[in-house]
């Protein structure tokens, strides 16, 4: 079974500032699909960036970007320019590239939640 | 922007009640999952369900949860009889292309 590790249960960051979340993985599959989601205080799930195993390139969306280090099952956030409305839990998840092609259940780390500081 | 409904936002029952919650998903998808989110801990996954019948579920749902699709636009979860341990936030979530599942708002179930 897969499993998802975030090890820092909280952060906080100034606003304007970088901050990396880390996510680390397990899994004996090959071909799978890792996720970034934010949950903010209204408690609704938001996918912010996403990340195809095949690919060596990084995904980046705006101010958001990831290090992906398959060998070492890695998979960091890399929030830039923070901004207020980014506190949020962030939670990374996986998500099996498996015999369905991509209609498979996600599993998600603990979170961490980010606090962005004025 | 479409987006994934979900109703009530927070449902109170009594344990032994039966309550069920109603997703309405992305109307040009297939693919329907039910998760939950126990307050302070991780979101897990309940069911997947696609063309009208399970496809995944979880150990967590057992025999008093059920799903349906039961009009063709409204995907429900049943709790026969709550326990105090439901007592979570449910996410429905729906998904067309490969690897996009978008999530509704939950429901916040508490059980007294």
């Known amino acids: 079974a897969q499993t998802v590790t975030q090890s820092q249960p909280e952060m906080s960051v100034q606003e304007a500032e970088t901050v990396t979340l880390s996510c680390t993985y397990d899994?004996?599959?090959?071909?799978?699909?890792l996720f970034w989601y934010k949950q903010p205080p209204s408690r609704q799930m938001i996918l912010v960036i996403r990340?195809?195993?095949?690919?060596?390139q990084n995904a980046t969306e705006n101010r958001f970007s990831v290090n992906f280090q398959k060998a070492a099952k890695s998979f960091s956030l890399k929030i830039s320019d923070s901004q207020l409305g980014d506190t949020a839990m962030y939670f990374c998840?996986?998500?099996?590239?498996?015999?369905?092609?991509?209609?498979?259940?996600?599993?998600f780390g603990i979170g961490t939640k980010l606090q962005v500081i004025p | 922007e479409p987006e994934v409904t979900q109703t009530p936002s927070h449902q109170v029952t009594q344990m032994g009640q039966e309550v069920i919650l109603r997703c309405v998903p992305i109307?040009?998808?297939?693919?329907f999952y039910w998760y939950r989110q126990i307050l302070g801990q991780k979101v897990e996954f309940l069911v997947s369900f696609y063309n009208n019948e399970i496809s995944e579920k979880s150990e967590i749902f057992d025999d008093q949860f059920s799903v349906e699709r039961p009009d063709g636009s409204n995907f429900t979860l049943k709790i026969r009889s709550t326990k105090l341990e439901d007592s979570a936030m449910y996410f429905c979530a729906s998904q067309a292309a490969a690897y996009e599942q978008y999530f509704g708002p939950g429901t916040r179930l508490t059980v007294t």
């Open positions: 899994t004996s599959e090959n071909n799978y699909y």
């Open positions: 998840a996986f998500m099996s590239g498996g015999n369905s092609g991509g209609y498979q259940k996600v599993t």
């Open positions: 109307s040009n998808h297939l693919y």
């Open positions: 990340q195809e195993a095949y690919k060596q």
